[in-house]
């Protein structure tokens, strides 16, 4: 096992999390631009305002991307399994 590899299959994984966690934290910041543009229109600075948005979105979010990204990380660990032989030997 050479260095290369070892820092390919870590960037792969690192990209893995980014794609992973992007619909997620998109969500929760667009619900949160959204929260806040209203509360500055309102004047409401109620600071737990945002946090049942936030969590709704992120719900919602992930009932929409589960599979996707429940696919994505299977694909990424099936190859990685498949790969383990001709990384050591």
């Not at 980014?18 to 929260?35: K, R």
């Not at 500055?40 to 600075?45: F, G, P, S, V």
Request: proline share 4%; glycine share 8%; no cysteine.
């Amino acid at each position: 096992m050479t260095e290369e590899l070892v820092l390919q299959v870590g960037r792969e994984a690192l990209y893995l999390i980014v794609y992973l966690a992007a619909p997620l934290l998109l969500s929760a910041l667009l619900v949160g631009l959204i929260v806040g543009v209203f509360q500055a229109a309102t004047q409401i600075q109620e600071q737990t305002l945002s946090f049942i948005p936030k969590l709704g979105a992120l719900v919602v979010a992930l009932i929409l991307m589960g599979p996707w990204l429940l696919q994505m990380l299977l694909n990424f660990t099936e190859n990685l399994f498949i790969r383990i032989p001709g990384m050591i030997g």
